[in-house]
């Protein structure tokens, strides 16, 4: 079964940091680009970061740019996100996603273009 789990969400106080990780069962993720998505209820889903399948490429979302740094293991089938300085604004359910692209040296934000979706996990920035 091809499935992805996000892990690492939680609570945490305005200005502290969190690392969220993606890992993928039932299939390599050498091949995909991977994003990053967070999502509150009643807002659109919205992209977060990406990174290429052999992580020479990254791209961000001006809102965390400085703060958030997405990172990549092919050897441990998993991505990372790195999140600092979090803001309460930063709250939502954060997704990992994956699309096969293994000619593509970039990656894009748009989460229509992905395959496969993670479960999400919860951040929430409080005081």
């Known amino acids: 079964q091809l499935q992805l789990v996000e892990s690492g969400g939680g609570l945490v106080q305005p200005g502290g940091s969190l690392r969220l990780s993606c890992a993928a069962s039932?299939?390599?993720?050498?091949?995909?680009?991977i994003g990053w998505f967070r999502q509150d209820p009643g807002k659109e889903r919205e992209g977060v970061s990406c990174i290429s399948n052999r992580g020479g490429y990254t791209n961000a979302a001006d809102s965390v740019k400085g703060r958030f740094t997405i990172s990549r293991d092919n050897a441990k089938n998993t991505v990372s996100l790195q999140m600092n300085s979090l803001k309460p604004e930063d709250t939502a359910v954060y997704y990992c996603?994956?699309?096969?692209?293994?000619?593509?040296?970039?990656?894009?934000?748009?989460?229509?273009?992905?395959?496969?979706w993670g479960q999400g996990t919860q951040v929430t920035v409080s005081s």
């Open positions: 039932g299939f390599t993720l050498d091949y995909d680009n």
């Open positions: 996603a994956a699309v096969r692209m293994p000619y593509v040296s970039s990656c894009f934000s748009n989460p229509l273009g992905y395959t496969y």
